[in-house]
């Protein structure tokens, strides 16, 4: 047991120790814009142990906290109700469905994730809330920043991109090979414009005002 | 009958409903046509916000359903396992919630995931088709899915990013057409152009037609045209691109023109009916208002044939009628009143009452039917004229009427009658009395006649001349009756006797004078020698010459008779044709002196004249005219004057022979010694000549009273200055004895009897010859 977790410090401090030979890899769409919060995963054959460390999905201001959490295969995911409201946190993602009723404050039992995959989250009775939780196979995840850039350990060489606004299905990781000898790489991702969300409200509001 | 009254009066009182009938007709025609038109433009505008309401509400209804559904949680969850059988049972379950006819489910690329029918058929494009619903929003949109047209909307199912879509829809199919007519009460057609799909609420319609041509091709023959029998309006819908639709909002007009008709039939009964009674009131009105006319007609006739008893036999008059009727007979009383004056003034004389002529004329022929015998006496009042003068007209006419009292009460005893004839000439009928005489009757009536009269205060005796004829021995025939006393009355008058009986045969020689003096007027007016002078020589005794004639008229008629000139002059002075005849003397007189003049011979001429011609104003410029033109010296001229001629109208006469005197003419006073002239008016004549009356001269040898007389006559003359001429020579002691006692001329059948002009101067030659 020991001596998996120092396999896995190591592993950690190899992997910083590469940060200097990294490679980058920049995220546009299709419109050159720059694509943050891009999900890009490294595919490599290390097997490593488990996180056992279990992720937080808040919930604050009628928004999941964070809107994309990132976590590991198997990892389990605690969703405290950070809202003195109440929330019906549900998925019926294929990698996990499940369904948080009504509840307030930190439910009794944390969700395991055993699948890899993305799994949508949605409240029931917040339409407008949306988070994502991408469940990784391996452990070299990474999420593109402000500019759209990742910086990508030195063994890349499979590599899959995944995005909330993908035109692709919600479900499907891109599937990238970085070019030989290259350090730099730039690919584009065609996005959607997400369409505003139609609530209730709206609906009623243009009708009596009609 | 055009132009009758009562004709008139229904012709306008039918005119009158006529045209406001037709005038009502049209404002009504062309107002409510008008309205009509806009009702059912509104009312198409109506249809159209009503379907539109209908239309929205069943969108937001939709809305809210689908919306409900694709929120519901188990729906989400059971699209989400993408669990067919749940997902299909869900659909169905909510179209049977909301009442939805199409209940779709497609996934985000438009592939259909369920459906709530067995055998929906997506199109082809069906991506397409959810690209357009979503770009409506949430509007709804007219969609032909399984060829059934469907208001759908589409809505997004979220979990909570868009997993699937929903298309949610009410079938637009017949019954939804129906409820919107009854909602709008018009024809509503839903109409696919592209697929030519329709749902409608016209259910009957001539298939090879076609819907569209049915509702715009349909005709109603009314009027003699064709009206169509839909008005319609035509919406688009919201729809795709590639299937339009829209729904088509008829107005059924033909409910309208139905109602508009009734209007309009029922507007031409009231006219007709309204004409109808106009005109029976109005036949009603004239009758009423023209049978009195034609009964006052009728009235009017009988009226000018002389009924004036003549009434209405209207039952009911009105007040007008009746006062015209009160008008018509206070007419006829006047015109009765009137005509009985009139009639009466035409058949008698004013002032005494009696008939005038001409009824008795009439009286006498109806006395004349009879076989009676009676006397027609008629009366003349001697010196009525007199009275007249003297005392004024005013007495003469109380005289006539005092007169006529007389008479009636005369006749009234004898059933007679009594006329005026005008003037102071009467005429009265006596019948004739058995046993008693014509003589018997007239004196008795003279004797009542001339009693003293008292009039006026004054007491006056009239004196009467009466001339009588006897019927019907006398005369037969009214006329001559009246003649016939009238001429025995006149001669009565001349005579100066106080009765005349008729003698037979007057009447015959009067008409014979009337005759005469007819023929002398035309003899002088043709002037072809039928009249003719002649002259008679006289001997002047101082030196033996015959240098003067007398001129004579003669008349031999055209028949060859000859007229004496003592009837023919007398006659003509009666007539007052003396004027005209003497001034034919005067001219041939003068024109053969003249001639003679022109021979060598120096002859006067003496020409006789009349009193009449002395008054008469033209006479003086006359001979003054003809001397002139014939150039003959006035002292050539005599004029020979009776004594009676002289002395009538005195004072003008000799005015007038002073005027002749001044002019050169000689006057000569004829027939000297047998009238009235007193020495003393001898002395005041303005005269140069006496001619002594043959009575003193014919048998002058003879008579030693004649030769004191002429002799004395002579000496008398020739110391007033005068010449003296004795005519009717008829001897030579006579002559002879005239030479001696110093006459001046001598003129008689011993020297020559008047001679024609040619003959006289024959008789002139030998005489000097033997001279």
């Known amino acids: 047991m020991f001596v998996t977790r120092s396999v896995i410090i190591l592993c950690l401090i190899s992997l910083t120790a590469a940060h200097v030979c990294a490679k980058t890899l920049q995220i546009t769409d299709q419109n050159g814009q720059p694509l943050p919060g891009a999900v890009v995963e490294v595919e490599h054959d290390i097997i490593m142990a488990a996180d056992t460390t279990i992720a937080v999905m808040d919930q604050v201001g009628k928004r999941f906290s964070p809107r994309l959490l990132t976590i590991n295969k198997g990892q389990a995911v605690r969703f405290p109700n950070s809202d003195d409201i109440r929330h019906h946190v549900y998925s019926f993602s294929k990698t996990k469905p499940f369904e948080l009723k009504l509840y307030a404050g930190t439910p009794k039992a944390p969700i395991n994730f055993e699948q890899s995959g993305i799994v949508v989250l949605g409240c029931n009775i917040h339409d407008s809330m949306v988070g994502y939780i991408y469940v990784a196979d391996s452990q070299s995840v990474y999420v593109s920043n402000a500019l759209g850039n990742i910086e990508l350990p030195d063994f890349t060489q499979r590599y899959t991109v995944w995005h909330e606004r993908q035109t692709r299905d919600i479900s499907e990781r891109i599937e990238f090979n970085w070019p030989i000898r290259q350090r730099h790489q730039k690919i584009i991702i065609t996005t959607s414009v997400p369409l505003p969300r139609n609530t209730f409200g709206e609906v009623f509001k243009e009708h009596h005002g009609h | ?771």
Request: charged share 20%; aromatic share 8%; hydrophobic share 45%.
């Open chain 2, 1 to 771: 009958m055009g132009t009758s009254l009562k004709n008139r009066i229904i012709l306008l009182c039918v005119g009158l409903v006529l045209l406001t009938s037709m005038a009502s007709l049209v404002s009504f025609w062309w107002s409510t046509s008008h309205f009509n038109e806009r009702q059912v433009q509104q009312d198409l505008k109506v249809a159209q916000n009503v379907y539109q309401q209908y239309l929205k509400a069943k969108e937001r209804l939709l809305v809210t359903a689908a919306t409900v559904l694709t929120a519901d949680f188990g729906f989400k969850q059971a699209v989400a396992t993408r669990d067919a059988d749940t997902i299909r049972s869900v659909l169905y379950n909510h179209s049977q919630r909301i009442d939805a006819d199409l209940m779709l489910l497609l996934d985000v690329h438009g592939k259909m995931i369920s459906a709530n029918q067995v055998d929906i058929v997506l199109p082809d494009d069906s991506r397409a088709l959810m690209k357009a619903l979503l770009a409506n929003g949430e509007r709804s949109t007219f969609i032909v899915i399984s060829g059934k047209l469907y208001q759908a909307i589409i809505l997004p199912i979220k979990a909570p990013r868009t997993i699937a879509f929903s298309i949610v829809g009410f079938a637009i199919d017949e019954t939804v057409a129906l409820e919107l007519k009854d909602l709008t009460s018009m024809e509503m057609s839903f109409i696919g152009h592209a697929s030519g799909l329709k749902a409608s609420s016209i259910m009957e319609y001539p298939s090879e037609q076609g819907l569209l041509g049915y509702i715009h091709g349909q005709r109603l023959n009314r009027w003699f045209k064709e009206h169509p029998v839909f008005i319609s309006a035509e919406v688009p819908l919201a729809a795709l691109e590639s299937n339009p639709i829209s729904v088509v909002l008829s107005a059924d007009l033909s409910r309208h023109y139905q109602e508009f008709d009734q209007l309009v039939l029922t507007i031409i009964l009231l006219s007709c009916g309204t004409i109808v009674l106009g005109f029976i009131a109005s036949g009603i009105l004239a009758n009423n208002l023209t049978t009195p006319l034609q009964q006052l007609t009728v009235m009017a006739k009988q009226f000018a044939q002389g009924n004036y008893l003549a009434t209405l036999t209207e039952t009911k008059p009105s007040k007008e009628i009746c006062e015209l009727v009160d008008a018509f007979h206070e007419m006829g009383e006047d015109i009765q009143t009137r005509e009985k004056q009139i009639r009466f003034q035409a058949r008698h004389d004013n002032l005494t009452g009696f008939y005038n002529r001409s009824a008795a004329l009439d009286l006498l022929s109806k006395h004349l039917s009879g076989s009676e015998q009676f006397y027609l006496v008629a009366i003349d009042i001697k010196g009525l004229r007199h009275i007249n003068d003297k005392l004024g007209p005013r007495v003469g006419d109380s005289c006539i009427q005092a007169v006529a009292e007389r008479m009636k009460s005369v006749t009234e005893a004898m059933k007679g009658f009594n006329a005026r004839l005008g003037g102071d000439e009467f005429l009265t009928v006596l019948s004739a009395k058995p046993g008693s005489t014509k003589q018997a009757c007239v004196t008795q009536l003279l004797s009542l006649l001339t009693d003293c009269y008292t009039i006026q205060g004054l007491d006056i005796t009239l004196r009467f001349s009466v001339g009588v004829v006897c019927y019907p021995e006398q005369a037969q025939t009214p006329d001559d009756l009246i003649r016939r006393a009238l001429i025995a009355v006149d001669t009565a008058a001349h005579a100066g006797d106080e009765v005349y009986y008729y003698q037979d045969g007057e009447d015959e020689e009067h008409l014979e004078r009337l005759q005469i003096i007819d023929e002398l007027k035309q003899a002088l007016i043709a002037d072809d020698g039928q009249l003719f002078m002649t002259y008679q020589p006289k001997l002047n005794l101082n030196n033996q010459q015959i240098d003067k004639v007398e001129s004579l008229i003669r008349w031999k008629r055209s028949n060859g008779d000859w007229v004496s000139p003592e009837l023919f002059i007398d006659l003509a002075e009666q007539s007052g044709l003396i004027v005209e005849l003497t001034q034919w003397v005067v001219s041939t007189v003068v024109m053969q002196v003249s001639e003679w003049l022109s021979q060598g011979l120096t002859m006067k001429a003496a020409i006789n004249v009349s009193a009449q011609d002395i008054a008469d104003d033209g006479f003086l410029p006359h001979l003054k005219r003809i001397l002139a033109d014939n150039t003959v010296p006035a002292n050539l001229i005599t004029i020979e004057l009776t004594e009676r001629d002289m002395i009538e109208n005195e004072a003008k006469g000799i005015a007038v022979l002073q005027a002749l005197k001044s002019l050169g003419v000689m006057i000569s006073l004829d027939d000297y010694g047998v009238g009235q002239t007193s020495l003393g008016r001898l002395k005041m004549l303005p005269i140069d000549e006496l001619k002594l009356d043959k009575v003193f001269i014919l048998k002058l040898d003879e008579s030693h009273q004649d030769q004191c007389i002429v002799h004395s006559t002579i000496t008398l003359g020739h110391q007033l200055g005068f010449c003296v001429v004795a005519e009717g020579v008829e001897n030579q002691p006579s002559l002879d004895l005239l030479e001696q006692m110093k006459c001046d001329y001598a003129q008689g059948y011993h020297l020559s009897r008047p001679l024609a002009a040619a003959d006289f101067s024959k008789w002139l030659g030998r005489y000097h010859e033997v001279g």
